[in-house]
C-alpha cells in the first residue's frame, strides 16, 4: 500500500503548521544528529528520500554537494519544496521512494528523514539504494524509533489527571502494518525492530557505522515545554551505513 496522506487537505494543512514544517531543520529534534553523521557533501551528488520542503536538500547544497535530486509521493509537499527553493543544481521529483529508477551507482550520498516507516519492504528500498550508490557511498537514514511504532496507539499512558505515567510497549516483535493517528486517523505505518533495520542495511550489503537514539538538544530541553518527557523513551532510530 501507497498511501499519501500529504495530498489530504485536512492532513496537510495540519502538517504545515508543524514546527519543523515552519523552521526547517532546527526545529526537527534529531537534526542535531542527523547532521553530525553526514559525510562530507562538497562536490557530492544527493538523493533524499521522501524530501518533504525539501530541507535536506538545500542543506546539502549549502554544503557544496555538486547536485541533490529530492523524491516524494506528495504534490502538496514538492509544490512547498519548489516554492522554497532557488538553485538549479536541486531537481525534484513526484514518485513513491518503492518506484525509484536511477542510473547504477549514480549518487555518493543517499539520506532519509523520517519516510521508510511509512514504506512496506524496507529490505527491498536497501537494495535499490545499495545499487544507486557508487562504491564507499554513504547512506544515512532516520525513522521513527521502533519503540515509538510498536502500538497502534502511539501515545503515552495517563493517569486520571492527564499526567503522563509511562511510554506503553506491546506487540514488538510482530511486525507489520500499523493503522494509527498522526494530526488525522488512519494514517499507516510499518513497524519493525532495531534489528530488522540493522539487519535489511547489512543483507543489502552495507556496513553500518553507527546507530543513535536521540535525545532533543539542551537548547531544545530549556526552550521548549514537555520536552523532558522526550528524554524517557526514544522516538527516532538513526542508522548510518557505507557500501562496502
Not at 492532513?11 to 547532521?35: D, I, K, N, T
Request: net charge negative; proline share 5%.
Amino acid at each position: 500500500m501507497k498511501q499519501n496522506k500529504y495530498d489530504e487537505a485536512a492532513f496537510f494543512s495540519q502538517y504545515e503548521q508543524m514546527p519543523r514544517s515552519v523552521q526547517g531543520l532546527e526545529a526537527a529534534g534529531e537534526w542535531h544528529v542527523l547532521r553530525e553523521l553526514l559525510p562530507d557533501l562538497r562536490n557530492k551528488q544527493v538523493l533524499d528520500l521522501g524530501c518533504g520542503f525539501g530541507w535536506h536538500c538545500r542543506y546539502a547544497r549549502q554544503q557544496q554537494a555538486s547536485s541533490v535530486i529530492g523524491v516524494d509521493i506528495s504534490e502538496n509537499m514538492l509544490r512547498k519544496a519548489r516554492e522554497m527553493t532557488e538553485d538549479p543544481h536541486i531537481s525534484y521529483q513526484l514518485m513513491p521512494i518503492e518506484d525509484i529508477q536511477f542510473s547504477h551507482a549514480q549518487f555518493d550520498v543517499v539520506i532519509s528523514s523520517l519516510a521508510f516507516h511509512y514504506i512496506e519492504s524496507f529490505a527491498a528500498i536497501c537494495s535499490k539504494v545499495h545499487n544507486l550508490l557508487k562504491p564507499a557511498g554513504s547512506f544515512v537514514f532516520s525513522v521513527e524509533h521502533p519503540i515509538f511504532t510498536s502500538r497502534s496507539e502511539q501515545d503515552w499512558h495517563y493517569d486520571d489527571e492527564g499526567n503522563r505515567l509511562h511510554w506503553p510497549l506491546d506487540h514488538y516483535q510482530a511486525e507489520g502494518l500499523r493503522s494509527t493517528s498522526f494530526l488525522t486517523d488512519n494514517v499507516i505505518k510499518y513497524h519493525r525492530t532495531i534489528s530488522t533495520y540493522m539487519n535489511d542495511v547489512i543483507e543489502a550489503g552495507f556496513t553500518i557505522t553507527a546507530v543513535k537514539e536521540p535525545t532533543p538538544s539542551a537548547d531544545m530541553l530549556a526552550q521548549i515545554p514537555d520536552m523532558q518527557d522526550e528524554l524517557r523513551r526514544p522516538m527516532f532510530l538513526i542508522i548510518s551505513a557505507i557500501k562496502a
